[in-house]
Each structure stands twice: as C-alpha cells, then as structure tokens.
C-alpha cells in the first residue's frame, strides 16, 4: 500500500510538473499569435517563438509534489474525491501560471517585462 | 680582382641588410594588414534597415561599401589581431562568433587575442539590431553572417601579409574638427597614430590612426551605405602614401561628433568630402612619433554591471541583445561584457565595450564618479594610455554617476529635462563605476609597465 501511495504521488507530481512547465512554454512561444490581435505586439512577440526558454523546474516539481500530497489525503476521504478533482484543476491552472510568469525567455523572467510594460503602458510611455 | 668581387658582394648583401633589423633572437616588431568588403547579400528576404538615427529606415542604396581591416601584430612571442569593421557596433556574441571562427587559427599561429572595434558609422546596416521598427530585430542575417565571414578573411589575410619592421607612436593636436553636445564640454582633441614601417619594400606600411569622434559626417537624413568619415580618411591616407590604414574610435560619448564642414546649405557628400580631408590632412602631417620597443602584452577582463535600463531588458528579453546576463536572488539582473588592455611597448591601449564620456578618462574629480582611467593606468606604470571605444561589444554610452538623471515618470523612455539623452542609451548608473574597477583589475593582471 506504501509503494502505490508513494507512486501515485509521483506521478501525481510528473504531470503536474510537466503540464506546468510544458503548457507555460506552448504560450510563450505562441504568444505573438495570441497578440495578432494588434500588429505591433503581434509581430513584437512573435520573435520568441523559437527562443531558448528555462521553466522553474525545481520549484515546480517541489510545489506540485505538495500538491500531490494535499491530493492524495483528500482522495483518500471518498465524499471528498470530486473537491480533490477540483484542488487538483486548480492546483494545475496555478502551477501552469506561475510558470508563465517565472520562465526566463532569453534570460529574462516573462512576468518582469509583463509587470515593467504594464506600468509603462498606464504611464503612457508606449 | 679580389677588391671587384668584395665590392659586387657588399653590392649584393646591402639591400638584404634592411631586412633585417633585429639580430636572430633579438624580439622585433611584425605587422600585416587584411582587407575584405562586407558586400550587401543579394537574395535576402529580410530588409536591410539604416543604423544611427531612425528606426525601420531601409537602405536605398551603396555610397561607399563598408569593409572589414585587419591588423595583424606581433613582437615575436605574443601575438593578437585587431579588427576594424565599418558598422555602427557588434554585439559581444558576433564578436565570440568570429573568435569561434578564428579558433583553429589561432591555435595555429598561437594569436593570443583577437579584438574587434566598430568604426560607429550611421550610415551602415544595422549590425546591432536596434534599428529596425521599435522592437523588432533590425538585424539581416545573411549580412551579418557577411561580416563574421569578412572579419575572419580580413584576420587571414593579415598574417599572411605579415613581415617585420618598427612600430612608432604620435599625437597630433588638432582644432575645430570636434564638437560636443553636452556640458561640460570635454573631449580629446588630439589624432592618434600607430605607424608600422616595414623593414622591406615588399610590403606596405601600416598606419592605425584613432579619433575621438562619432562617424556622422553624413548625418541623418542619409539612406545610402557609407563608411563615413573613417572609410574617407583611410581612403585619402591610403591614397598619398600607398600605406594601408585602420579606424578605430576614441572616447565619443556625450556625444563627440565632427562639425558641419559643408557651409551654407547642408550637402551630406561634400560634408563627408571636407570632413574626410580635414582629418586625413592632420594624420598626413604627423611627425614620425617615437618608436615603441617590441613587447606585446594583453589583459582581457570579462566583467558585469547591473542592467537597469528598461528597454535594454525588453530586448534582451526579445533576444536582440544577446549579452549573458545573470540575475541575483534580489532580482537585479547583471548584463555581461569584457575589456581588454592592450600593452605596446610603453603605450597602453584600453579596448571599451562602448562610448565612453571623455571625462572619465581624464577624471572628473567628483566624489561620485570614479577615478579616471588615466590616473588608474597611471598607477599601474602606464603613463600613456589610448582609449578605443566600441571594441568588443556595445554596452551604450557611459555617462559619469555625478550627471546621471533620468525621467521620473518614465525611466529610460524620455530624456530627463536638459542635456540627458545618453542615459537612455546607457545600461545604467552603476556602469561607469564597474568599467572603471575592470579596468583596474586588467590593469593589474597585465603586469603592464613592467
């Protein structure tokens, strides 16, 4: 019963990590399309598209082997299992964000253009 | 009988004694120079775009090519190459492309270094990326791949065009060929020359002659490729005296530039005409310099500075700059960069990354700046020291901390009220202070002065 606990924990965790990190990317990199919208940031954007990207992989894989953990004990509890189901489509919309945010692009974390042209753009420097 | 032959065989012995100069051992100066143009690609579907003034400007046509010069220098032990290429900069990643390129040769010919300065043209392709439409790379690929390749041919050529001879240094006062557009009003007025002379007259003299000036003699509404003012004087010097010639820029930021030559209505050609002449006439008037004993050294410090100005991130961000850059656990990002020191015989040469205000070299003498690079070389046993500007990277202008200001509202977007446009091209205020410590660490590591 340990071994299966200790590996659908595991898995629980892979995936999590891996959807995370993989679908932060798969926007990133199709960011310019999501922008078409307006030419200038479209185009602006789009030079990302093939850019050498690093995800948080180890603070992803420690967040969601929490996650996983949190699950688990809820899926444990039978009436709880559709609020674990819930947790766990959270868990996965917030871990895929905190990788958007936190994937350095060319070195540079996305969320410190992201806030930085945020507060140019109310500023009216754009 | 006996006296004829003796005299046919001084007759045949004496011209071979210009050869050589320096008795088998005896370390001696070798110089060559290589010359390649940098052609425009034909069939390229990304455009090419203007670089100095305007963003998403294409080029409409070719006044004079830009090129890629060698210089090939060695004292017999140590050896390095010196590039000029006629652009407006090179990142630091085309200058480790070209080193990649060279890196079988130099193992071959055991060159210790090898170094390359844009010659700051306005009127070249955009070899930086900047300037094509606001934040889209303006660099064409298949030109820059023309550059890496002319940089490596023109380094080729240059050994293979090398032999021996002497090496002499001048300085050369000159007036109203210089102006600045921001006070205080500091910049270095002198033309500085490297003259190789060749011990035979198989080869042509070598002349390296360096000034403090942007490459704008074209100014702003040109379209058409050119290598300003310092492919004119290499043309003009080249011209009078068969020797062959290499631009390098001195200490231009704040911002140095060539007056308008032309009087009367502005005709960019014969503004680049007058300003050509007016400064190949002061390198031609030169006196022979004093001779630099053959001793090469070379200290190349790889250092970082915090990269503060926000559209500099954007675009490292979109992969147009490609300087390495770490960022620490407070979240301040450091960008990446190198400086070399170059020892020839007594002179010193500091390799910049960008356009530095001449008044950190001479030395400001306020508390927030830092000393100045002369005093720092001074230090160190280097009474002479020139300064180049653009050399293996292009980090901006570095502006003196005692006049940094930026826009309150929008940082690095606007230029602050008065003369402060340069800091909008800077990585930021700390970089001037971390120049200077580099420098010193070079300095130091180069056992310079012996």
Redesign the interface.
């Known amino acids: 019963m340990e071994k299966k606990k200790v590996l659908s924990i595991c898995c629980v965790s892979a995936a999590l990590t891996v959807l995370g990190t993989l679908c932060a990317q798969v926007l990133l990199r199709n960011l310019g399309l999501l922008l078409s919208f307006d030419e200038?940031f479209g185009?602006?954007?789009a030079?990302?598209a093939d850019?050498p990207m690093w995800p948080p992989v180890a603070v992803t894989l420690l967040l969601s082997l929490g996650a996983a953990i949190l699950l688990h004990r809820l899926w444990q509890k039978k009436p709880r299992r559709f609020a674990a189901a819930l947790c766990g489509l959270g868990f996965g919309v917030l871990l895929f964000l905190f990788n958007v945010l936190l994937t350095r692009?060319?070195?540079?974390?996305?969320c410190?253009?992201l806030f930085?042209?945020l507060d140019?753009l109310e500023?009216g420097?754009l | 009988m006996k006296r004829i032959l003796a005299l046919l065989l001084a007759a045949l012995l004496l011209p071979l004694w210009g050869c050589a100069t320096a008795k088998p051992g005896e370390p001696a100066w070798q110089a060559g120079f290589g010359c390649v143009t940098l052609e425009l690609p034909k069939d390229t579907d990304e455009p090419l775009y203007i670089a100095g003034y305007h963003t998403g400007w294409e080029i409409t046509g070719v006044l004079d090519a830009q090129q890629a010069r060698a210089l090939w220098l060695s004292d017999g032990t140590a050896s390095m190459l010196l590039i000029s290429v006629d652009c407006v900069a090179l990142g630091n990643d085309t200058v480790q492309a070209i080193r990649e390129r060279l890196s079988d040769f130099c193992r071959r010919t055991g060159c210790g270094s090898v170094n390359v300065v844009a010659t700051h043209t306005h009127a070249g392709v955009d070899t930086l990326g900047l300037w094509g439409?606001?934040?889209?790379?303006g660099k064409n690929s298949a030109f820059m791949e023309n550059v890496i390749d002319g940089a490596v041919a023109a380094a080729q050529a240059a050994y293979a065009d090398r032999c021996e001879g002497t090496l002499s240094y001048s300085a050369t006062e000159t007036a109203g060929l210089q102006e600045d557009s921001r006070s205080p009003h500091v910049f270095d007025h002198h033309l500085y020359q490297l003259h190789f002379a060749p011990a035979d007259d198989a080869h042509n003299g070598i002349r390296l002659v360096s000034f403090a000036a942007h490459a704008e003699a074209l100014r702003g509404d040109n379209t058409l490729v050119s290598r300003d003012f310092p492919g004119a004087v290499c043309d003009i010097i080249t011209e009078k005296t068969g020797e062959d010639v290499l631009f390098l820029p001195g200490a231009i930021g704040g911002l140095i530039m060539t007056p308008e030559l032309k009087q009367g209505a502005f005709d960019a050609r014969e503004n680049l005409r007058l300003t050509g002449e007016a400064i190949a006439s002061c390198a031609l008037s030169a006196e022979e310099g004093r001779r630099l004993p053959p001793a090469l050294n070379c200290s190349q410090v790889r250092w970082e500075t915090p990269l503060d100005n926000?559209i500099f991130?954007?675009y490292?961000?979109?992969?147009?700059l490609?300087n390495?850059?770490?960022?620490t656990l407070t979240?301040t990002?450091y960008l990446q960069t190198e400086l070399t020191v170059l020892g020839l015989g007594d002179l010193a040469l500091a390799l910049l990354p960008g356009e530095i205000f001449p008044e950190l070299v001479s030395g400001t003498g306020k508390p927030a700046d830092p000393e100045g690079l002369k005093q720092i070389a001074g230090r160190y046993g280097m009474e002479e020291l020139l300064v180049v500007g653009l050399a293996n990277d292009e980090i901006g202008y570095i502006v003196p901390p005692s006049d940094f200001v930026l826009d309150e509202?929008?940082p690095y977007?606007?230029d602050a009220e008065g003369d402060h446009y340069e800091e909008t091209n800077s990585l930021g205020p700390a970089c001037a202070e971390d120049l200077a410590d580099a420098f010193e660490k070079a300095c130091k590591a180069g056992n310079f002065g012996g």
Not at chain 1, 105 to 110: E, K, L, Q
Not at chain 2, 316 to 320: A, E, S
Not at chain 2, 324 to 327: A, F, G, I, K, S
Request: no cysteine.
């Open positions: 200038t185009t602006i954007f030079q990302i850019a692009v060319n070195g540079i974390r996305f410190d253009v930085s042209l140019v500023k420097g | 439409p606001v934040g889209i790379d926000t991130l954007y490292k961000f979109l992969g147009i490609q390495d850059v770490r960022q979240g990002y509202a929008l977007f606007r």
